[in-house]
């Protein structure tokens, strides 16, 4: 597995952090994702070959936050 830690913008309230983190679970590849509101950030560890940055910040967006550097 591969460990990636993402900050993200938009997140107020654990509700929100719970829907990053079903959003990421739901990933084909991620193994785990645990997501905290201070600091903004997701904690994932995924299968390399089945998945990637590209596709895990995607998987945030499309929930409907934003991720930044
Ligand atoms: Mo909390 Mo987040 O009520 O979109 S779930 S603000």
Same mark, same amino acid.
């Given at each position: !597995? @591969?460990?990636?830690?993402?900050?993200? +913008?938009? !997140? @107020?309230?654990?509700?929100?952090?719970?829907? &990053?983190?079903? *959003?990421? =679970? %739901?990933? #084909?590849? &991620?193994?785990? *994702?645990? &997501?905290? $509101?201070? #600091? *903004?950030?997701?904690?994932?560890?995924?299968?390399?070959? %089945?998945?990637? #940055?590209?596709? $895990? %910040?995607?998987?945030? =967006?499309? *929930?409907?936050? +934003? &991720?930044?550097?």
């Amino acid at each position: !597995m @591969t460990d990636l830690i993402l900050s993200i +913008d938009g !997140m @107020t309230c654990d509700g929100c952090a719970n829907a &990053v983190r079903k *959003a990421l =679970e %739901r990933t #084909p590849g &991620v193994a785990t *994702a645990s &997501v905290t $509101l201070t #600091p *903004a950030q997701a904690s994932i560890s995924y299968d390399p070959s %089945r998945t990637g #940055p590209a596709a $895990l %910040r995607a998987a945030i =967006e499309d *929930a409907g936050f +934003d &991720v930044h550097a």
